[in-house]
């Protein structure tokens, strides 16, 4: 399979943060992309996110990667909802099969999209360990150029068999959850000044975005905010150095692991 790297690199997550405020949406959009965040994440199943997002990147397009996805349990279902990614002035980059839902009827139609140069990538993602037996049968049939885990200290399961497939296969790795997860509060957590200082970050968060960076089998992290100073702080995480095993283990031993 050709190799498809796009990091390591911060991108912004949509969920459960764009859907009840446009303005918001503009606001955090207009942020990341004056960053240098490029990526940005969103599905179908986020409510109102792909919308809120769509209207966002009115006048900045194409300074924009949407990484969107297909939630359905039927091709006819998928195609509606690609229709309605039009929204996105036309053009998906990164498709991607949420939570694997009808994923080989998906991957038909998806591919002819693929093929006929309206999808650049085409990916696949789920958020539970309990299905990554079956994301590693997806990765294996050579379709797929990036997977969607999720990957912080406190849930690292994916490291046992999915980045190493991902390597092995040059499938991208898009990181959900950095941050711990929405309301999860390991973002929030108090952590000493002087250790900070010696992971060379601003902030908890940044540790935590750059912690996942630093593992070299990933490629992006999508971290979610409805704060524009955050997303700036938060695209900051994917300027190098980035760790080393030492430092990366300092960040486990500050999430409790
Ligand atoms: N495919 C899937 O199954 C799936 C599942 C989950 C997520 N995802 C994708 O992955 C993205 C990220 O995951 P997530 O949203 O669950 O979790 P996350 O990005 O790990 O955490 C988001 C939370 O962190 C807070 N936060 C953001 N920046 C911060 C900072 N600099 N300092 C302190 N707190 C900060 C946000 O609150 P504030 O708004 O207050 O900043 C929000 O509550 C999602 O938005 C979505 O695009 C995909």
Known sequence: MEERRLG???G???????????GTAREVVGAALEAGTRVLDSSPMYRSAEASLGAALEGRRERAVVATKIWADSAEGGRRQYEAQRRFFGRVEIEQIHNLSAWQDQLRWLEEEREAGRIDSLGVTHY????FDELARALRTGAF??????????ERECERELLPLAAELGVAVIIMRPLGGFGSGLASRGVPADALRELGVESWAQALSKWALSDER?????PA????????????AGEPPFFDDSQRRLVERLAGT
């Open 225 to 236: 905010t409805t704060r524009p100073e955050r997303a700036r702080e938060n695209a900051r």
């Open 128 to 131: 539970s360990p309990s299905a």
């Open 8 to 10: 390591p690199v911060v």
């Open 145 to 154: 150029q990036t997977v969607q885990l999720p990957l912080n200290p406190l």
């Open 218 to 222: 990933v490629d992006l992290v999508i």
């Open 12 to 22: 912004l997550g949509t969920w459960n943060t764009f859907d009840s405020d446009r």
